[in-house]
């Protein structure tokens, strides 16, 4: 499947070590760059630098082609955009 996770912190980064190791082509969306650095080191995941609040970001990091959208950013509202 191809997932794009919104939310780079502690529920993001382990749905995507947990979803990489199962196979799936997973991206991960984040404003902060270090966070999203840290992840591509350890785990096999296309990242993209951006706000998931917005609908281009969102565009560009694949999710009209995604099986599935997890949006798991610290701010609500965010979350609700992103769904």
Do not use: F, K, Q, Y
């Not at 919104?6 to 995507?16: K, L, Q, R, T």
Request: aromatic share 0%.
């Amino acid at each position: 499947m191809r997932i794009v996770i919104c939310g780079a912190g502690e529920v993001g980064s382990h749905a995507a070590e947990v979803l990489v190791r199962a196979d799936h082509a997973v991206t991960v969306v984040d404003r902060d760059p270090d966070l999203l650095r840290r992840l591509g080191d350890t785990i096999d995941a296309r990242t993209v630098v951006g706000n998931c609040a917005r609908a281009d970001v969102l565009a560009d990091a694949g999710v009209p082609d995604a099986d599935m959208v997890v949006a798991a950013t610290d701010v609500d509202e965010v979350n609700l955009l992103t769904a």
